[in-house]
């Protein structure tokens, strides 16, 4: 058939290039691989899903498109890639009890109680999303306060950043919990005034009642993921970084990829060399589904989180001068871990949050680029205190911050009762890093915090909350541009992830992925851009979402 | 384009069926769907790897096909399907250590010795397939006799059965194994005069010593794919039933086909119901790679083998009368699997030897088909000693019994003396299956065997081992016809596997899976048959293996 058509088609069209679809009378923007915004006014799209041709106003429209549709003159942008999140998180998320918008400790405790009712039949009641920050509270909860609310059945409830888990009694005694109990290296079991477990554990001492949870069914996993991808595309994201990718989650994924149930971009991160050497072999994966899907590195962790105190610092926590915080990996362990990950191609993306934790990792690159030379994207999740000595080391290894606009107008307050005034000049330094050389990702850490890239856009070249505060932005040397935020969000996420070839980017042959808005994020105000409805998201050429 | 083109392409074709490729002047065999014999003479398949027609020597070419080949005259049949193997098993078969050939305990020692010369960094050495029925021994071999050749270093060397391991001193010593060991329930650890541990490790006691083997690499494991893939290809298997797949072997399977390295097709069992979960979750998987790979349902075992003793017999061992084999599941453990796989659709295929096993199985059968109707196909891997009351049982439920021919010529001595001659009756009964209305399958268990099928078709007929003995055949009113003995290696294997709409049969719309070889199996002496070679094999309408 081909022999004896082929000279037939070179006849009847114009050109073997065949406009399947345009999308046209947009208000188009995308960014260019300079970093320079362009604008368009239409766009044409392959059969397969690919980008064909940016038009302008003037330029001739295809004559036959097999599909067409007027954007009736909406802001369309590059979907959004989200360089850090937890994708089946945010599934879960949506399917147990939600605790994120509790303002005190009796509102938990009312919620707790209500989701036990509507609830009888449940084992364990699981929830997340609680910060003792927002409730006035000056100090952790504690198990008898959850045992008010529910004494007669296990409660585990994870702090809104993922680094301390609150248990009542009944579940301190199904872990078997008891005075007793050792925190392993790099966890912390909260104690009362007697010594005995207070009903909060820290970091690495969390799984200790985690490990007897009950594990999810797969169909709730698959379940989780159709509801996560809803979420993210509702948000305008059309990829995203999944940072610590389990077994589970990445035959979840397959799952969806199989039965063509994967709406959205999911590179992997594998949580830990062995889920990474499980899921991947002997390298990372090819791109899977049309590019939907694709094992790319290792998620590694150096320390916790600063709310928790966590995070690894060089000198002692300001409001509390004992601590400084853990670290999770001595060096040997972390060079070790990152050199088995680097010598089978898989990219390293390192968790690194305190200034301690960051001098660490930026001590292992600088000695792994000599074994393992070349593109290697080296990455450090977070980023966020790194001691101004250390910050011109980014640039010298071409290392990716893979950082979070919208934790630095959430931790604020808390960074600065931790740290104190003078250990602030490295913190969420993203204009520093630029400076300096190094590289930039942005993204949520959905679940812990909302995934609306909107509010990470506003928040990245304003530096200031969704209440404008502080007026003129904290530390504003360190805002970036509007288009630096934008390229935050879209192609400095492809190049983090090794996809700016396909990715982040609206040109001939790059994915067609793009979302239609509200506003134009280059025009709008920053409140006006936090307010910002995506009306529809597009993946592969296709619409996926639509606001309803 | 589609638009454009189509009212065309009516002009220009007189059909819309395309005719991609021919392989015409062939001596073309297959199974129609009501088990009787069609013959051809030119097969046209579709660009997609399916038959579009089947063509007698008279019946109009199609005018331009893409790519014609000319068969010569050679025979072509559908590709073997073999319903009983362990593809990873073949592959790794290659990469260690065979003593599948030795016969006798110093032909062993000088081997080993030999391939530790030759492989000096090895830690371990890991060898499979002895047999020491081969040896004239008339008992199991020692770890000292093992340590006479090698005692640096640890050995584990499998039986061909894969139902015992045979260890030397180091081995031992670094599992911890002494006399105060205890084989779990299931196994068995064989014992000196004095009562120390002999070496020997039946069935479930061999994990003590597997537990510290090192892991194959994830190159390795794909480096076996490709050695199992080129093996059974090179018999003309382009279909396996893969009995017991591990999540790595899964994970194998698929790196493969994500890289377009798969070019047979495996219908998998995992191994066990949590593999099973981890690898298909909620279900079995879809069909993946254009049919080449699809998770089909769970390999249980419900006993051992009969050489090692393993098989669970009704009375005692003719030649051990204080043993009866292991059971390796109470009745309840061994209902509650196949319920756990039943109720999310997975099929069940169990492992069932000894006539007690058997009866076990068919008694959980008989229960579970009350809470699981509809088209089940049990199977029953191996059957092959059923004691003649329960034959029957198989038709009423519609179990298909999962057989390997050329045990039964392999097995038949060793047999005699396990049962004695007054308990064969229901041994290896495949006419009396199928006369009783149970369903077939055939396959070799490679690698305990050779994947030859040709040795397993004249076996099937004849119930004459290589030698033609014994004369006339081996309780000789069990053999199946030649017809049946092809059925078994094709179609009879695609039902058993839920395939039988895509796979077994050549006419359209099926996969274009075939091979050309030297023999007419319909018309050959058996000695001709087990000499067939395989010329060419062809998978989705493309070769993939061509003999050199």
Chains 1, 2 share one sequence.
Not at 41 to 48: F, P, R, Y
Not at 147 to 173: E, K, Q, Y
Request: aromatic share 6%; glycine share 10%.
């Amino acid at each position: 058939m081909k022999r004896l058509l082929l000279p037939l088609l070179a006849l009847i069209l114009p050109t073997p290039a065949l406009a399947d679809a345009l999308i046209d009378n947009v208000n188009g923007i995308t960014i260019d691989k300079d970093g320079r915004i362009v604008r368009f006014n239409g766009l044409v799209m392959t059969s397969d899903g690919k980008v064909a041709k940016l038009l302008d106003r003037k330029d001739k429209r295809p004559e036959r498109p097999d599909f067409k549709t007027d954007g009736k003159g909406r802001t369309l942008m590059p979907g959004i890639i989200d360089a850090h999140g937890h994708v089946m998180g945010v599934g879960f998320q949506e399917l147990i009890l939600d605790l994120s918008d509790t303002r005190s400790l009796a509102e938990v405790q009312a919620k707790v109680a209500a989701y036990v009712q509507a609830n009888p039949n449940r084992r364990w009641i699981i929830g997340r999303g609680w910060n003792q920050e927002n409730w006035g509270l000056g100090r952790f909860p504690t198990a008898a306060e959850l045992d008010a609310a529910v004494a007669d059945r296990p409660v585990w409830l994870t702090r809104i950043d993922g680094h301390a888990g609150w248990a009542n009694s009944a579940a301190m005694t199904a872990a078997g919990i008891t005075a007793k109990s050792i925190a392993p290296t790099g966890g912390k079991i909260e104690k009362t005034a007697t010594g005995a477990p207070s009903g909060v554990f820290i970091d690495a001492a969390m799984p200790l009642v985690e490990k007897i949870l009950p594990e999810p069914l797969p169909r709730e996993r698959d379940l989780a993921l159709v509801k996560a991808q809803q979420t993210l595309l509702s948000y305008g994201i059309t990829t995203i970084a999944d940072m610590g990718t389990t077994l589970d989650d990445w035959m979840t994924f397959r799952r969806a990829g199989d039965a063509g149930r994967l709406n959205m971009r999911i590179l992997s991160y594998a949580g830990g060399v062995d889920a990474m050497v499980q899921i991947g072999g002997p390298g990372p994966s090819p791109w899977l589904y049309e590019d939907r899907l694709k094992l790319v590195g290792v998620k590694l962790y150096s320390d916790g989180a600063l709310g928790s105190r966590g995070a690894w610092l060089k000198q002692p926590y300001h409001d509390s001068p004992r601590e400084r915080g853990l670290g999770f990996l001595t060096d040997a362990q972390l060079r070790n871990l990152m050199s088995r990950a680097a010598m089978d191609g898989f990219q390293v993306a390192v968790h690194a949050i305190g200034d301690q934790a960051n001098a660490q990792l930026l001590d292992a690159i600088d000695e792994l680029v000599q074994s393992y030379p070349g593109d290697r994207r080296w990455r450090i999740e977070h980023a966020q205190i790194i001691d101004p000595v250390d910050l011109p080391r980014l640039g010298r290894n071409g290392i990716i911050a893979s950082m979070q606009p919208v934790h630095q107008t959430s931790d604020r307050l808390m960074a600065e009762a931790r740290l104190g005034p003078n250990r602030l000049a490295g913190a969420y330094a993203w204009q520093t890093i630029l400076k300096d050389g190094g590289k930039l990702a942005f993204g949520s850490d959905t679940p812990v915090e909302s995934p609306d890239p909107f509010a990470g856009i506003a928040a990245a070249f304003t530096r200031e909350d969704a209440k404008g505060e502080p007026f003129g932005g904290w530390r504003p040397e360190d805002r970036v541009s509007r288009e630096q935020a934008l390229a935050g969000f879209t192609s400095w996420g492809a190049y983090a992830g090794f996809a700016e070839d396909r990715l982040g980017r609206l040109e001939p042959g790059m994915r067609a992925d793009f979302i239609l808005i509200d506003q134009d994020p280059l025009m709008a105000t920053p409140q006006e851009i936090r307010a910002t409805k995506v009306l529809e998201t597009w993946v592969n050429g296709r619409p996926v979402w639509t606001r309803k």
